[in-house]
């Protein structure tokens, strides 16, 4: 049997000299394996419009990215929760705009397909209150 080729549903990319991630909270696993929602996210990660990324506040402590020149790994962590998401990214360009900056943008949409919207439905979906995100520790690896 062929080995599963599923599709990832995360969007990286370099903005403005700035690594970005936006991830759908369907794609995020908790710990607890409950079904995650933008707004229980809300310690971590505020409303937020991708277009804006200025306007973006840390998240903290308790949420950082590991990386290296190919994959990332998200993680969210606090006493009652536990979240982890990994995939690929867009290479060497993304980890040294992350590395650089100490920090990159994350994004968490709701009902939104990261991979194919185009920047106006982002924006539709941060009105709507669809989009939350944060600046994020980014701590790089050789290898994950």
Known sequence: MAPSRRRENHRTAVVDGRAR???????????????????SLKR???????DRPEDL????????????????????????????????HDGEVFRAAAVGAGNLDVFVTSGVDVRRS???????????GAVRGARVDVFAVQTL
């Open 21 to 39: 991630i936006i991830v759908p909270v369907e794609d995020l696993e908790w710990e607890s394996r409950a079904e995650p929602r933008v707004r």
């Open 44 to 50: 971590w990660f505020a409303f937020a419009e991708p």
């Open 57 to 88: 506040c840390a998240a903290g402590a308790k949420v950082s990215v590991v990386l290296d020149g190919y994959a990332f790994t998200l993680f969210v962590t606090d006493h009652d929760a536990a979240i982890e998401f990994s995939g690929t």
């Open 118 to 128: 185009t920047p106006a439905a982002l924006a539709d979906a941060a009105a709507s």
